[in-house]
């Protein structure tokens, strides 16, 4: 379960303002990829808002809606969403499309933090902060949680759209990744401008 432990430790060091940070999409085929940063106010975030808030792959698609939910009607976490498209993602490559999203969603916080928790092993350049990597974190961290669950609810709400205005391909189960299904379809129906054509299944093509 994740805690409190690395923003805590931050703020031992006179770091009072920690964002968390995560992304989601890097995998998938299809659609933009998605980050979120989230500051946690301790004192306002309640036990049972803590609860829901646990690593985005643990949890149901039900789970992660009623914390996205609960996050934003507590007060208790202030948070940003950016993304990367696709034509980035295309032209600068997964990885720095990751870090771009990353640095829009540090960017667009309403007041920027002192210290930014990354899931991962690798730190953004450009974040205009100091960062620590935690590999795992939104295992471990609230904070890195909390963005997961953003990001990922966020990216999915996204897919379902793309979904309804490109059927075939499954994107509301599959949400853009390379599942049987979508392969099928991009044999059947050929990609979409929503395709990361730089990606091995669509280089081909």
């Known amino acids: 379960m994740p805690s409190f432990q690395f923003e805590l430790r931050c703020q031992e060091r006179g770091e009072g303002r920690v964002a968390g940070i995560d992304e989601a999409g890097r995998g998938p085929l299809a659609g933009p990829v998605y980050a979120a940063a989230a500051v946690i106010d301790r004192a306002r975030a309640t036990r049972q808002l803590l609860k829901l808030i646990d690593d985005s792959k643990k949890l149901s698609h039900e789970r992660r809606e009623e914390a996205y939910g609960a996050m934003i009607a507590s007060g208790a976490v202030q948070f940003a969403i950016a993304e990367a498209s696709v034509e980035e993602i295309d032209r600068i490559n997964i990885l720095q499309a990751t870090f771009l999203a990353m640095r829009r ?80 379809a991009l044999k059947q129906l050929g990609p979409t401008p929503h395709h990361r054509m730089s990606f091995a299944p669509l280089r081909a093509m």
Request: hydrophobic share 40%; aromatic share 6%; charged share 20%.
């Open 105 to 184: 969603a540090v960017q667009a916080l309403p007041e920027p933090p002192v210290v930014a928790l990354v899931d991962g092993n690798r730190v953004p350049p450009g974040l205009g902060c100091r960062a620590e990597t935690i590999v795992g974190g939104d295992a471990h961290s609230y904070s890195i949680a909390a963005a997961s669950i953003l990001a990922k609810v966020a990216r999915d709400r996204h897919m379902d759209t793309l979904a309804a205005a490109f059927p075939g391909y499954g994107w509301e189960r599959n949400r853009g990744y390379g599942s049987a299904q979508h392969l099928e």
